[in-house]
């Protein structure tokens, strides 16, 4: 950009033209007023510190600004932000064009999982930058995300039993939980103890506010109890916790997993697992897998059911054909 031959005294972008001052962004003339107090009033509070901080700046306001989200979605957000902030550090707002975020989609083709997460917070981002009038178009509409592979891993019950005798008392009572009720992990970890019903456990889902009640059985009954004796008499809201009464960290029971894992001999098995393990042995048991796992639609449990082996089914009988065909001959 040249540097101004006149106006020097006037901030970026703004021009005095015909007794008014005006703000020219991407060949847009905005009016900000006829008298040069009340004209840098208003380009303040156009150019917010996003715009004037660049991507990083603007990134950071956004996720800032979004409703309140589940823990887990919270972090992955945050993590897309930072590698966002990290690609575009050199750009402002208005600089970034399509084609800039379709050269780093094809960047990281080979993380799609990762990539497709940062594509979806780059729309929401630039999203909040229209509406406050920093872009005049949102350039990441139109990106295509990456084909995500989906992931067919079935942990059997030989392997989850062998995962388990390798694991503490408190994590063989958080994979229990997990594989008897089919919920999400963070939702097991926040278990409060005013949850637990007369009827059942009690469960409205963090991530999508949809409302579970898993009815008791005796094995479920059984793990609620063990579970409440872990630490004594500590006081604690949640069902599960550490001695000081504290909700078990996320962090801390994926290294404990990860280590009882690596001591059974079982690869490629993630906490995660256990959810789709507990949908398809409902599905198998002929229970409601979907309404197990607090799905509004079919297509969402189908993703959770990875029960690959033959179907066994009885074929039609033809007997009555054979016997009409018999009579016209």
């Known amino acids: 950009m040249r540097p101004r031959q006149r106006d020097r005294h006037l901030p970026p972008c703004v021009y005095l033209r015909h007794g008014a ?26 150019v917010t510190p996003a715009a004037a901080g660049g991507m990083p700046a603007l990134i950071a306001d956004a996720l800032a600004a979004m409703p309140p ?14 590698t966002l902030s990290e690609t575009f550090a ?108 007369e009827d059942g456990i009690y469960v409205r889902q963090g991530k999508t506010g949809a409302q579970v009640l898993v009815r008791w059985t005796p094995e479920l009954r059984a793990v609620v109890e063990r579970a409440k004796t872990l630490h004594g008499n500590v006081r604690a809201f949640t069902v599960l916790h550490g001695r000081a009464g504290k909700a078990v960290d996320y962090r801390t029971l994926r290294d404990q997993w990860a280590l009882a894992c690596d001591r059974a001999g079982v690869t490629d098995a993630h906490l995660h697992d256990l959810r789709a393990m507990a949908a398809t042995m409902a599905q198998q048991q002929g229970l409601d897998a979907q309404k197990l796992l607090g799905h509004t639609s079919p297509a969402m449990t189908a993703r959770y059911l990875r029960d690959r082996s033959a179907k066994v089914v009885d074929g039609p009988s033809i007997g009555q054909v054979l016997d009409v065909g018999q009579k016209r001959a």
Request: overall charge positive; hydrophobic content about 40%.
């Open 21 to 46: 001052y005006w703000l020219v962004k991407r060949g847009k003339w905005t009016r900000l007023g006829g008298d040069l107090p009340s004209a840098l009033a208003e380009y303040a509070r156009r």
């Open 69 to 82: 989200l589940a823990a887990s979605t919270r972090a992955q957000y945050d993590l897309a932000g930072r």
């Open 90 to 197: 050199e750009f402002s707002p208005d600089q970034v064009e399509q084609r800039h975020i379709a050269q780093f989609r094809q960047a990281m083709a080979d993380r799609p999982n990762m990539c497709n997460r940062c594509l979806s917070v780059l729309r929401q981002v630039f999203a909040y930058a229209v509406e406050r009038q920093l872009v005049a178009s949102n350039p990441a509409i139109g990106i295509k995300p990456h084909r995500e592979a989906k992931r067919g891993r079935l942990l059997t019950l030989t392997e989850f039993h062998a995962i388990r005798d390798q694991a503490g008392p408190r994590l063989q009572c958080i994979v229990d939980l997990l594989a008897m009720t089919g919920q999400r992990v963070s939702d097991i970890l926040a278990l409060r103890r005013d949850a637990l019903r």
